[in-house]
């Protein structure tokens, strides 16, 4: 997908070709007007006296920026003090507060401290517990978590979900003459939401669903579900709904017990595995994800800055800011959060692509589907450049 991004979270829209040019030329401009970055998210911040007469924003960030996840909140952290420079926002104070030590605690302190708008937490269990503290003072919640369960009611998710990219790898294989599909899912909440997504995007294809099994990750699992897989009959593209290490570990399973010919689809849980571009029985496999075009150029710029490789996800906390620096334009300093803007069905642009916000919390995004080749993984059909009303 031909976009870019601006300082002010452009909104989406159909991108003449000839504009297109002009475009990846801002995105570059603004990857390169990063001036002195303070470093955010380092544990958790002093408590903010609310002024008089607010002249800013507060917008509170929780993440874990220590203890077991504080790799993950680090780097978050670090993509949302990126992102306030590159965007030169002045109107919007992002202050962290680490749920390592109490997401509760942690919620009622961002609140007490006058923030009107709160992102993250990361895990779903963690958005349900700053959620019962945000909503009674009516502070809308942008999580970073990707757990359906927890959307709605003012909180809303921008991590990737997981049904979308299997309903967009699906459908391409489906219009490239695939009919009869498979699936091996997980045996965890992922996989039961997969073996359902699976289930309806192989019925509104038109396909024909030959049959899901569930492995536990050991060996003898995965060699059992192939073989039950296999004896099925018949099996154009079998889904593996897991991460790229069990995706490598069940593929020499599938062709072991007969499905030689089967094309391999996966999920946007293999977009975050480079490994996977190392394996040969992996070549040749599809999955949908949002692009790696704007992000790579995100991960440069990082580089330099923070002297290491971002993780994947950081690229949420970017975005989020790109999101803030949008809706700060017409968002009076003192108010609560315009909510109502996140669902602009025309939707906006990150490092991550095109997104747009649901009514119900939840995040529809344009993704593509990549081909993993050797050493690499290759766009083969681009993401849409528009949405569907």
Request: glycine letters at 10%; one cysteine or more; hydrophobic letters at 45%.
């Amino acid at each position: 997908m031909s976009a870019s991004i601006s300082a002010s979270g452009a909104r989406l829209q159909p991108i003449p070709s000839g504009l297109r040019k002009l475009l990846a030329l801002a995105m570059l401009s603004l990857l390169a007007a990063c001036s002195a970055i303070p470093r955010g998210g380092q544990g958790p911040a002093p408590v903010v006296t609310p002024d008089p007469v607010d002249t800013f924003h507060r917008v509170a960030l929780l993440l874990p920026v220590t203890g077991p996840d504080a790799d993950v909140g680090q780097s978050i952290a670090n993509a949302t003090s990126l992102a306030m420079a590159d965007t030169k926002v002045t109107n919007v104070r992002l202050i962290t507060y680490d749920t390592a030590l109490g997401v509760d605690a942690a919620a009622r302190r961002a609140i007490a401290d006058g923030n009107k708008l709160i992102l993250g937490p990361l895990r779903g269990d963690n958005v349900l517990e700053a959620a019962a503290v945000a909503r009674p003072a009516g502070v809308p919640i942008i999580s970073f978590s990707n757990d359906i369960g927890v959307a709605g009611q003012n909180v809303f998710l921008l991590g990737h979900l997981p049904h979308q990219s299997i309903e967009r790898v699906l459908r391409y294989a489906k219009a490239q003459g695939m009919t009869r599909f498979g699936g091996i899912v997980s045996k965890n909440v992922y996989g039961q939401r997969a073996s359902s997504n699976l289930t309806n995007s192989v019925r509104s294809a038109g396909g024909t669903l030959v049959g899901i099994q569930e492995i536990d990750g050991s060996a003898a699992s995965v060699d059992a579900a192939s073989r039950r897989l296999s004896a099925m009959g018949q099996i154009d593209a079998v889904l593996i709904a897991d991460s790229g290490r069990v995706a490598m570990a069940t593929v020499p399973s599938l062709r072991k017990h007969g499905l030689q010919r089967t094309k391999v689809l996966g999920t946007d849980l293999w977009n975050i595995d480079g490994s996977l571009a190392k394996s040969p029985p992996m070549y040749g496999a599809w999955f949908a994800s949002v692009s790696d075009t704007l992000y790579n150029q995100y991960a440069t710029k990082y580089r330099a800055r923070y002297a290491r490789a971002p993780l994947r996800l950081s690229s949420l906390g970017y975005d989020s800011v790109l999101l803030i620096a949008r809706v700060a334009r017409d968002w009076r300093p003192g108010t609560r959060f315009p909510v109502s803007q996140l669902t602009d069905p025309q939707g906006f642009i990150g490092v991550d692509g095109s997104f747009r916000f649901m009514a119900n919390g939840l995040t529809e995004r344009t993704l593509e589907v990549q081909e993993i080749q050797a050493g690499r993984f290759t766009t083969i059909n681009a993401a849409p450049t528009a949405f569907v009303k």
